[in-house]
């Protein structure tokens, strides 16, 4: 059974940097074609994909916010570390860890089958 | 940047069919998925690969993609089925990208 959990804090001052983890069960970060990644979603918004990390460690960033943003992980702890710097109010959302199957016919393509619960992240001073 | 538009509501009564767009230019050479998000949870993935159900998906839901569109189609619309759904792909200029999502609403 695939889980996925996100732990951190719910409450962080604008300015300060939000550290979230995620910790994964069911597969291991280091099976081929699979990932993890993070998605947001402000409150009655969409739904806004941040970063993501494979196994062989390719990771990518959303252009709007790469600058902010920092990805890894520990295979060996199952977990996926996002940190964004600089935390403003309008960074107040639900962050969702998703796992990431990539799949290929001709080219590769990436879809997120499981997802955590999220956590609500606001930031308020 | 890349851009996927959704209607922002799609109405249908129960027992009906439900058709939401995605809308993208040339959406037909990428690859769609579609989530389903009731209030207050995470998204389901309910269709990958342009029409692919992952297991458990109920085959009342099935998708296409050709030309600037395309289509999540929920037959046998049911109450369950109330929820907002979102479609994504992924584009070399924007990543993964989500359309705005549309919430079903059954009558």
């Known amino acids: 059974q695939v889980t996925l959990k996100e732990s951190g804090p719910v409450l962080v001052k604008p300015t300060e940097t939000l550290t979230l983890t995620c910790t994964v069960s069911g597969f291991s970060l280091s099976n081929a074609r699979m990932g993890v990644s993070w998605i947001r979603q402000p409150p009655g918004k969409a739904l806004e994909w941040l970063a993501h990390?494979?196994?062989?460690?390719?990771?990518s960033y959303s252009t709007s916010l790469k600058s902010r943003l920092t990805i890894s992980k520990d295979t060996s702890k199952s977990q996926v570390v996002l940190t964004m710097t600089n935390m403003d109010p309008v960074d107040t959302a639900t962050y969702y860890c998703?796992?990431?199957?990539?799949?290929?016919?001709?080219?590769?393509?990436?879809?997120?089958?499981?997802w955590g619960q999220g956590t609500l992240v606001t930031v308020s001073s | 940047s890349y851009v996927l538009t959704q209607p922002p509501s799609v109405s249908v009564a129960p027992g009906k069919t439900a058709r939401i767009t995605c809308g993208g230019n040339?959406?037909?050479?990428?690859?769609v998925h579609w989530y389903q998000q009731k209030p207050g949870q995470a998204p389901v993935l309910v269709i990958y690969?342009?029409?692919d159900r992952p297991s458990g998906i109920p085959e009342r839901f099935s998708g296409s993609n050709s030309g600037n569109t395309a289509t999540l189609t929920i037959s046998r619309v049911e109450a369950g089925d109330e929820a907002d759904y979102y479609c994504q792909v992924w584009d070399s200029s924007s990543d993964h990208l989500f359309g705005g999502g549309t919430k079903l609403t059954v009558l």
């Open positions: 690969y342009d029409s």
């Open positions: 990390i494979f196994s062989n460690d390719e990771k």
């Open positions: 040339n959406i037909g050479s990428k690859s």
């Open positions: 998703a796992r990431i199957s990539r799949g290929y016919s001709g080219y590769d393509y990436d879809y997120f089958d499981y």
